[in-house]
């Protein structure tokens, strides 16, 4: 048996959370099209007949500009730093750029065996992917490079098999039925933000955050989870924006959100949301740790 971590490291729209999805077989990740939307480190966990691999999806590495950045981007090397195998997960459909050397220059003394994984593939011609895969092959010492979509599932069957040839031999870490380590509370709030992202297209930036003030289990009577969510925006121009004419966008995100949340819990789901004017929350370090984004130094 091969037992172990996996990171998943690589920078913001990489497309890490949706290869996480694909390989967990479930959804524990939000996804977006917008970047930064992973903001934790997320453990996805996978059981196979010959072992498993904890997954660990970690934040897009960029330039920090406030706290909550600084944490985002710690979570991502720490998690670096406690693992039996790293994969550096590429956007093969965006030119490789400063930040992307960087991400090298930090993996250039780590001794864990290091997989690059050309993402997208199914978006790019096969013409240009063989300049791009040996312009990486001259920039680091990679174990392996594997060609992947995680849309479309392309060649993700042979990345786990790499993935289980490089961990080390031993038992499970985890049960056999064990998914991921996010709290229920979390995995609510990081659904409606998911929402949030989704309906307000490129309207709103990434300067929004969902706090679970009530999580209410359900009851024996009428079988209903009861959440009751906060949407913090920091501005007042942000607010009209979430809310909607006459709520019309916050009644949309609720029900969408509503539709992920039942398909999460697998139970009714009753869902209050109100929006919030925080300035500068994403500096606040008490707010930061409310939003259970820890890690502060």
């Known amino acids: 048996m091969k037992s172990g971590f996996v990171c998943l490291l690589g920078r913001p729209n990489a497309g890490k959370s949706t290869l996480l999805n694909r390989m967990v077989g479930e959804k524990v990740a939000i996804v977006s099209d917008k970047p930064q939307t992973t903001r934790r480190r997320i453990i996805g966990v996978r059981t196979y007949p010959d072992g498993q691999i904890v997954f660990v999806d970690t934040p897009g590495v960029h330039k920090p500009m406030h706290r909550l ?6 979570a991502a090397f720490d998690a670096m730093r406690e693992v039996d195998v790293i994969a550096l997960v590429v956007d093969a459909t965006a030119k490789p ?6 991400l090298l220059k ?5 001794k864990t065996p290091v997989l690059l994984v050309l993402n997208k593939v199914d978006l790019v ?3 240009a992917l063989l300049p791009l895969i040996e312009g990486y092959r001259r920039a680091h010492d990679f174990v392996e490079i594997v060609p992947v979509s995680a849309m479309d599932g392309t060649n993700v069957d042979v990345l786990e098999k790499l ?10 870490l985890y049960p056999e039925d064990y998914l991921t380590d996010l709290p229920e509370r979390a995995l609510a709030g990081e659904l409606v933000r998911e929402q949030v992202l989704r309906m307000t297209h490129d309207e709103m930036p990434f300067s929004t955050a ?8 359900p009851s024996e009577e009428d079988r209903m989870l009861r959440l009751y ?4 925006v920091d501005r007042d121009s942000q607010k009209p924006i979430v809310i909607g004419k006459g709520g019309a966008m916050i009644k949309q995100i609720g029900t969408e959100a509503r539709k992920e949340l039942e398909a999460a819990f697998g139970t009714r789901v009753f869902l209050d949301l ?10 606040d370090e008490r707010m930061l740790d409310e939003i259970g984004l820890g890690g502060g130094r």
Request: glycine share 6%; aromatic share 10%; hydrophobic share 35%.
């Open 106 to 110: 930090r993996l250039d003394p780590v």
């Open 210 to 217: 969902v706090i679970v003030d009530k999580f209410q289990e």
């Open 163 to 172: 993935f289980l040839q490089y961990l080390p031999e031993g038992q499970p």
């Open 274 to 283: 109100h929006v919030k004017v925080r300035r500068d929350w994403r500096d």
């Open 69 to 74: 950045n600084v944490r985002m981007v710690d």
């Open 229 to 232: 969510c906060t949407i913090l």
């Open 97 to 102: 750029g400063t930040g992307d050397q960087f």
């Open 125 to 127: 011609d096969k013409n």
